[in-house]
């Protein structure tokens, strides 16, 4: 907790003017925090701001007040939800909601939030924060996040083939339709042809809740990350029945399946041989990811396919940038399209649903959100650093900067 | 058929009293009330008979490809050359034929194998005449392409591939080979012996049968393989496909004509996905490396299952709530409605296993068990009807050895085809799922003329103990009867019930106990018994569809339906309760030896297992229909060597009527034609309801008394009947005002019991059709089933009756039955034989007291090209069976 302190110290400097709204996305396994924080520099030229922002064509009105700052990114473990509580009560976000405009006093306060957890949670949040979650729906969030991201955030998508990480110039004009996959817990699969215009039109069960779950049974991993992490010292060879194994070693060539493709996952473990503890955690996490991963970016390419969509978009927590799943999933997008469609993932793909529950906040009481043109500067301020404090994964801390913006207040 | 009391075939029961005539040119008013007209439409007859031959004539044309499977070399007339259709001899014709393929896939290994009927071809002196007489020739017709015989399925675990290496030494199903040039199956050409194998399997083991068995494996491709198989199962087995949604199945009838394209999604260790679009024309689109290998790898290392069988047993008693992650709780119970999802589906798979509280043994194998079986199951449906939907394709085939007809397994695969389709896609399964790559394997041997195999040439029983191996019973399968008998007896003694069929293995080849014996009742055989539903297939080239059916692909044989459980329950009850008496007949026909006893105990305990085994699951089988009940046993009997066990009681009860004959025929001629004609139907209807089967009854059958029974039942047979169409027939008989009698040409007669339902019912009523000048063919079993009367026994029957009819006695001759007489005639000429229209006997192909149309025998078929008129006799026959059927000409259902 050593962390703590570290984090505490800039923020609280001037906490309660600071922070301004905040939104949550409580899913089943992790809380996905977004906040606004203000600049401290107040001295900073406001016009400056604006006219950078009119080239985006936001709606910029002069007589509105407007408040440059940092939109902050923060996740805690679902189970550990008191953890998420403290933190926004230490950091008085949930001070940050909106006040019911109808009511003078501020005793209603409202937190937009989305994910199952909104519902379910609904009681402990008042009974902990006083403040009342204004539930946003789930794709809805999804979908407006990453609409905002792709279009206002500079190098938000990127492919990742062959270890090769490269950014995506995605035009805003020719953005639709896509498919968004999100990969939560669960898979959702949504086709998207506009803001505010979509269709869930798959998932599937297989998700980043599989990994974690099934990979806890079978190795004592901790935590999600350590168990991630042991997939990269892993052979899946071990574990999986590949088509080599079947053909004694050879190819099926007639129908382009290679040695080394796997024909069964975990179609080794059938042997009479071995038990659990005589296979290395290592192996088995790796063939666990290949298994899901591969599963996703099958199934993904089939929707993409069944709609004539060229483009699909990862996201949610369980890739959490991590090398070999983006690469899988890859590779399976581009094996079953033969090369026809192109999976692509997003830098903040942990926080579509939370920027579309705080891009909610919008109707009622935010004018705009846009984000200034000057290209981020990451790794960007201690608050960043938010997800290390209090979640116990250690994933990269790519997507969790935060983002310069500016805000067009009430 | 027997049955007054006790036996529930002939109970007295007004539904008996019918008398159904009908002709497909008109329209059945009333069901229960008459069936109005009656009419020539021999033209419609003409135009089928026409279709039926140029159908052949192409036939034989395609078949061409197919024919060399003889070896004609040093081929040889036997016998004189003069004679027509003289037999030939093929003496570089192996004649142990034996085929084997194999799949060889990841986990499983599964074998195909024929074996040759043993020549039953007895080709005696009636069959000859009928042959001659019809026209029949063996040099003519089909000459059958396809070689008559049995198909078995067997499946080995791949990690014991060393049983299957025994089981095929001990078959020594390696050595038959179809194309050798040798004789001699000792000679030292074995050494080119190859074998049909497909799987990877095939690569990786090539070296292992080369050494243990010394044969060469011929490596079929896998893909190919499953595609003939699956495309072959489905033209060839009538209740091949079913559906299974929430526990219910059904069989689908597929038509050939509109078989493809389809989906087939075979479910081994992984998963292929293919698009089939006719024979040998199909795509692999697609596939999943998330299949059975995943299922059972994972679950072996969540759950320490020691078998496949094991954990799918395990996940019956499962709840996926515990472990996977629904989305009720992420929601807090409710529902996401909005985009379709209920609190109950699952959205995350294992999700619930990420909290820290509980470790792997804190959950139950059971939900973890099923927990991997809704992920995979659910999985492998999604992704196949994506693919479906992208080439468009409505029908899904799921095969595979996952499947196992593992109820929750198809169900769960059904769900999400439907669920993702909106109901637009349907998945089917395959009562053979397992052996597709097996049987495609098999059809690659190019000279078995497989291909050319119709439905009606197919005929698959369900013997005990079908020798297969799997589950937790291992070892080399039985030999012969006695071990059968000796491995249940061993079942019985441990207290264990059979279900049926049960895996076969000889005490004491697996050490310790022989085999381990199922804890809970027959937990363990169970689900090893519903991973097979198959039973052996018998090829017999020689069936044919009956040609006079007005429409053979409605046509269904059951008029009762098992499907109903109620009437499913009566039927079980009804066998159960007559089974004693049964055996003791069984016993009884074969001398009553201690022998004999075991024999019959060991046929109960059989048959009773396989009712039970129905009861748990009536399509087990596929459709089951009572004629198929009924044939089971009879089947069962069969298998368990009793041959006829109503020899003696059928022999008292022919000799009794026999006796009684003439007085009978006399009285007949004593009454003007249309008291005769009345007299004839009602005295059909009283002797078949004559219970002559029953104890109570034989003491009946005693000179003199039998008689005055059969009047006095005769009396009691007053019109009307439930269906009575008897003036209708009268009037085609007899003619009426200003109408000529127009006889028939050719009248079939289906012929039931022996005793006074042959002697004292159809033969006096031939013998009135013979009057009019109507050819008369009495078709009987092929097989003893019950106390009916079967084509070998006819003859005699005949024989003895005529000594008292001169009608009789010259119709006979003229049949080629009277065998001495007729040899005097060809002495002296033909003398004689124009005299009188032709009395013949056919047999109809089957061994069971019901008859399938779909099925019969070349003999019949060819018998039946020139009848104007069906008569179909008995319960069996004519009511629990064919009630509902169509006929081109005109038919008398008694």
Not at chain 1, 313 to 321: K, P, S, V
Not at chain 2, 108 to 118: A, D, N, P, Q, T
Not at chain 2, 634 to 657: M, T, V
Request: aromatic share 8%; charged share 25%; hydrophobic share 40%.
């Amino acid at each position: 907790m050593d962390h703590l302190a570290h984090v505490s110290n800039q923020p609280n400097s001037q906490p309660q003017s600071q922070i301004s709204h905040l939104a949550l996305d409580i899913g089943g396994s992790l809380i996905k925090l977004v906040y606004f924080c203000r600049y401290d520099d107040s001295c900073r030229d406001d016009d400056e701001l604006r006219s950078q922002n009119e080239s985006l064509g936001s709606k910029s009105d002069n007589s509105r007040p407007v408040l440059g700052g940092k939109l902050h990114f923060a996740k805690f473990e679902t189970s550990k939800i008191n953890d998420c509580l403290e933190f926004i009560h230490s950091m008085k976000l949930h001070l940050g909601g909106f006040h019911d405009c109808t009511a003078p006093s501020s005793d209603k306060i409202f937190i937009k939030a989305t994910g199952g957890g909104a519902y379910k949670f609904a009681d402990l949040f008042k009974e902990k924060l006083s403040v009342s979650l204004d539930k946003e729906d789930e794709m809805e969030c999804l979908v407006t996040g990453a609409n905002f991201l792709l279009k206002a955030v500079h190098q938000e998508a990127f492919t990742y083939l062959d270890g090769q990480k490269e950014f995506a110039q995605i035009d805003p004009n020719d953005l639709y339709p896509y498919l968004l996959v999100n990969i939560g817990s669960g898979v959702s699969m949504i086709k998207v042809d506009g803001d505010g215009k979509f269709e869930r039109v798959s998932g599937t069960s297989l998700g980043g809740g599989t990994f974690w779950g099934l990979g806890r049974l079978l190795t004592k991993c901790k935590n999600f990350d350590e168990l991630l992490e042991l997939s990269h010292q892993g052979n899946n060879r071990v574990i999986d029945m590949l088509v080599g194994d079947i053909y004694g070693g050879t190819d099926y060539a007639k129908i382009g399946l290679s040695a080394t493709t796997i024909a069964s996952s975990f179609g080794k473990a059938i042997s009479d041989n071995k038990e659990l503890v005589d296979y290395k955690p290592e192996d088995i996490s790796r063939s666990l990811l290949r298994m899901i991963s591969n599963n996703i970016g099958q199934i993904s390419y089939l929707n993409a396919l069944r709609f004539g969509l060229k483009r699909i978009f990862f996201a949610g927590f369980f890739i959490r940038g991590h090398a070999y799943t983006m690469d899988t999933i890859s590779v399976a997008v581009n094996f079953w399209s033969k090369g026809e469609a192109e999976a692509m993932f997003l830098r903040h793909e942990g926080f579509l649903g939370a920027l579309g529950a705080f891009m909610s906040y919008e109707k009622q009481c935010l004018d705009g959100l846009t984000v200034n043109k000057i290209p981020q500067r990451f790794p960007i301020s201690v608050s960043s650093a938010g997800n290390k404090i209090y979640c116990s994964m250690n994933g990269k801390s790519n997507g969790n900067e935060s983002i310069e913006c500016t805000v067009y207040g009430t | 058929m027997a049955g007054l009391n006790g036996d529930p075939f002939l109970g007295i029961d007004d539904n008996i009293e019918k008398l159904q005539y009908n002709n497909n040119s008109k329209e059945v008013i009333d069901k229960e009330g008459l069936v109005v007209g009656i009419g020539e439409d021999s033209s419609n007859n003409k135009n089928n008979n026409q279709g039926g031959e140029k159908d052949m004539a192409g036939n034989s044309i395609h078949r061409s490809g197919s024919r060399p499977q003889l070896d004609l070399s040093k081929a040889e007339i036997q016998g004189n050359s003069e004679e027509r259709d003289p037999t030939i001899l093929l003496p570089n014709q192996t004649d142990d034929i034996s085929h084997l393929a194999l799949d060889i896939g990841g986990s499983l290994i599964k074998l195909v194998y024929f074996s040759r009927h043993e020549d039953q071809s007895v080709d005696d002196k009636r069959k000859k005449t009928v042959k001659e007489r019809l026209g029949i020739s063996n040099g003519n017709r089909r000459n059958f392409p396809i070689l008559g015989g049995r198909l078995h399925f067997v499946k080995f675990e791949t990690s014991k591939l060393n049983e299957c290496l025994d089981f095929i030494s001990s078959k020594q199903l390696h050595r038959g080979r179809i194309d050798s040039h040798h004789w001699n199956s000792e000679a030292p050409a074995n050494e080119n012996a190859v074998i049909k194998a497909t799987g990877g399997g095939a690569y990786k083991f090539a070296d292992l049968f080369k050494e243990r068995l010394g044969v060469s494996i011929d490596k079929e491709d896998e893909m190919d393989c499953l595609v003939a198989g699956a495309n072959f199962l489905l033209k060839a087995i009538r209740h091949e496909a079913f559906t299974h949604m929430e526990g219910h199945k059904e069989f689908v009838q597929i038509d050939h004509n509109d078989l493809f394209p389809y989906l087939l999604v075979n479910i081994g260790s992984g998963v292929s996905i293919i698009k089939v679009d006719g024979d040998g024309k199909f795509q692999r689109v697609s596939g999943t490396n998330v299949g059975g290998g995943t299922y059972w790898g994972l679950g072996r290392l969540l759950t320490k299952c020691n078998s496949f069988d094991e954990l799918l047993e395990l996940s019956q008693r499962g709840d996926n709530r515990t472990i996977d992650m629904l989305v009720g709780d992420i929601y807090g119970g409710m529902d996401y409605s909005k985009i379709g999802l209920s609190a109950s589906t699952i959205a995350s798979s294992f999700g619930k296993a990420i909290s820290d509280k509980k470790e792997l043994q804190d959950y139950r194998p059971e939900d973890i068990s099923l927990s991997l079986l809704r992920m995979i199951s659910y999985n492998i449906g999604q992704i196949s009807y994506l693919n479906a939907l992208r080439f468009g394709l409505k029908r899904i085939f799921f095969g595979g050895f996952f499947i196992r007809g593992h109820a929750y397994t198809m169900d769960t695969i059904s769900f999400a085809v439907h669920f993702w389709s909106k109901g637009e896609a349907q998945a089917m399964f395959l009562r053979h799922e397992g052996f597709l790559g097996a049987v495609g394997a098999f059809m690659s041997y190019q000279k078995h003329g497989l291909d050319d195999l119709m439905v009606h040439h197919l005929v698959e029983r369900f013997p005990m103990g079908a020798p297969y191996t799997g589950g937790k019973i291992h070892g080399p399968p039985l030999g012969d009867l006695n071990e059968k008998i000796s491995w249940m007896e061993k079942f019985v003694l441990k207290g264990t019930e059979i279900t049926a069929p049960v895996p076969m293995a000889p005490p004491g080849t697996t050490g310790l106990g022989g085999f381990e014996v199922p804890s809970s009742r027959g937990a363990t055989l169970r689900s090893d018994a519903s991973a097979l539903n198959v039973g052996v297939l018998h090829l017999v080239p020689t069936l044919e569809v009956f040609p006079l059916l007005a429409d053979p692909k409605m046509y269904e044989p059951n008029t009762i339906d098992l499907s109903d459980h109620k009437e499913l329950e009566y039927w079980f009850t009804v066998l159960s309760e007559h089974l004693p008496d049964l055996v003791d007949k069984a016993v009884a026909s074969e001398g009553g030896t201690d022998d004999a006893k075991r024999r019959g105990d060991a046929f109960a305990r059989a048959f009773s297992a396989h009712l039970a085994r129905l009861m748990e699951e009536p399509a087990a089988y596929g459709k089951l229909g009572l004629a198929n009940l009924l044939e089971l046993r009879e089947e069962c009997l069969r298998e368990f060597q009793f041959l006829d066990a109503y020899r003696s009681i059928k022999q008292r009860e022919n000799e009794a009527s026999l006796a009684v004959l003439p007085d009978l025929l006399l009285e007949l001629d004593h009454m003007d034609e249309e008291t005769r004609l009345l007299t004839l139907i009602e005295g059909v209807l009283a002797a078949n309801i004559f219970d002559w089967g029953s104890r109570a009854c034989v003491d009946l059958y005693h000179k003199g008394t039998i008689i005055e029974i059969y009047r006095m039942s005769r009396n009691k047979m007053q019109r009307p009947w439930r269906v009575d169409d008897f003036d209708l027939f009268k009037e085609r008989m007899l003619g009426s005002e200003g109408k000529k009698p127009r006889p028939h040409k050719r009248a079939l007669l289906f012929v039931d019991n022996s005793g006074a339902d042959i002697v004292l019912g159809m033969l006096p009523l031939a013998r009135e059709l013979l009057r009019c000048g109507t050819e008369v063919v009495l078709v009987a079993n092929s097989l003893p089933a019950l106390n009916d009367v079967t084509a070998m026994e006819l003859p005699d029957i005949v024989a003895e009756a005529a000594k008292h009819c001169d009608i009789l006695r010259r119709a006979a001759e003229a049949g080629g039955l009277l065998v001495d007489a007729m040899n005097n005639n060809t002495l002296d000429g033909s003398r004689g034989n124009s005299s009188s229209v032709p009395l013949m006997v056919v047999e109809n192909g089957c061994g069971s007291p019901c008859i399938d149309l779909r099925q019969v025998s070349s003999e019949l078929a060819a018998a039946a090209k020139h009848a104007d008129l069906v008569i179909l006799e008995g319960m069996g026959r004519a009511l629990h069976t064919n009630f509902n059927a169509r006929f081109k000409c005109e038919a008398l259902k008694i």
